[in-house]
């Protein structure tokens, strides 16, 4: 039952985004492992939108863990959890809006232990999705504090496909 109320409130967060007491409670009525282990479940389901709502919760409560002193916990227990794994597993999803996700999750939350699975991804996907490359680039970029011009270029400039070529321009866009 509990464990059921808590995937309901996450799926309705995002009307409680902007409010400190709404995080304040969700921290106080459940552990940092419940939180997880609803968030992975959810992470694993087949709908694209309880995956989205779960990435997003993610985001917003790591993001919110300065602000509330309470939530650092939580942030403390996500870098070494089951739930980067799952984000990584489903950074190379066959679902776009899933693959996505995974990777904004996991650059937005600073996840640096994902950079060399993102890379690794990246090289995988530079031939048969280009258009997902530009949000790959961005992500491991900003994991890496920028450093990577010389990688993109050594594994960009040399494409077969037209359309991959075509893509390296929107990466080093958004690199740049």
Known sequence: MKKTNLAEIISKYIDHIEEDEYWALLINQYSSE??????????QDESDAVESKASLFILDLILQAPKLGSLLEFKKHYYHS?????????????????????????GRTGSKSSLSKLKEIFNESKEKDPLFLGDLAFEINWLSGGNNLSWYKSNLLNLDSFLSRWACLDVFKNIS
């Open 34 to 43: 419940e939180m997880i282990d609803v968030l992975l479940e959810m992470l």
């Open 82 to 106: 089951k739930l980067i794994q799952q984000l990584e597993i489903l950074a190379n999803d066959v679902s776009f809006f899933k693959r996505c996700d995974a990777v904004h999750t996991l």
